[in-house]
């Protein structure tokens, strides 16, 4: 018959070789999801000043999905429309749209930012009433007139010009370029819009 001590001894041995095996399955079956693919959101609409907050979920080999916290590298495409925190923070900073990235190991994705200015009153147009000569140029500037002070969006309103014939208008920077050759004086309103808002002024090309 075996003593006390040798049982105990036995059990031990037997205890030591289940665990070890219990082990080694693990580290052969059971390894790790590898990641394949990232989602950022949301896609949103901020205003000048307004922030959200971003989010990254990981996909992975094994079918799983999961969010992502620390450890997501965050960038904005566009810092002068949209900044962003290494804690994923948008704040507004001017109209337009940024593409904001998420990126973890090495997989990355991006959600459209797009920042609004809100609560316009007016927009004033000028130079006022300008008087042009043929084939010249003349920049025009859009000041949008809020609650919280005047915010230029010269160059995101969209600019229109009423007669094609008395010039041609950039309709993304404001910048008219007047008819070279006429054979009468030509008057146009000049028009920026932004957030559905119009502000006019009216320009003059002499002739001859």
């Given at each position: 018959m075996l003593?006390?001590?040798?049982?105990?001894?036995?059990?031990?041995?037997?205890?030591?070789?289940?665990?070890?095996?219990?082990?080694?399955a693990c580290n052969g079956f059971f390894v790790n999801p590898t990641l394949t693919g990232i989602t950022v959101g949301p896609t949103a609409t901020i205003q000048i000043?307004?922030?959200?907050?971003?989010?990254?979920?990981?996909?992975?080999?094994?079918?799983?999905?999961?969010?992502?916290?620390?450890?997501v590298n965050w960038t904005s495409g566009t810092?002068?429309?949209?900044?962003?925190?290494?804690?994923?923070?948008?704040?507004g900073v001017a109209?337009?749209?940024?593409?904001?990235t998420g990126s973890?190991?090495?997989?990355?994705?991006?959600?459209?930012?797009?920042?609004?200015l809100a609560n316009i009153q007016s927009i004033t147009v000028t130079p006022a009433n300008p008087t042009v000569a043929q084939g010249s140029t003349e920049q025009f500037k859009a000041v949008a007139?809020?609650?919280?002070?005047?915010?230029d969006v010269t160059n995101s309103a969209t600019w229109n010009s009423s007669?094609?014939?008395?010039?041609?208008?950039?309709?993304?920077?404001g910048l008219f370029t007047a008819a070279s050759s006429l054979t009468s004086a030509q008057t146009t309103v000049i028009s920026a819009t932004s957030g559905g808002i119009v502000g006019q002024t009216n320009l003059t090309v002499q002739f001859p």
């Open positions: 003593s006390s001590k040798k049982k105990l001894q036995l059990v031990a041995a037997f205890a030591t070789l289940l665990l070890f095996a219990v082990g080694v000043g307004g922030t959200v907050q971003m989010g990254a979920v990981g996909t992975f080999n094994d079918g799983s999905t999961k969010t992502l916290g620390t450890g810092p002068s429309v949209a900044t962003v925190s290494t804690a994923g923070i948008v704040t109209q337009g749209t940024s593409q904001v973890y190991q090495t997989q990355s994705n991006s959600a459209t930012i797009t920042v609004q007139n809020t609650a919280s002070g005047p915010v007669n094609a014939a008395a010039g041609t208008m950039d309709t993304a920077t």
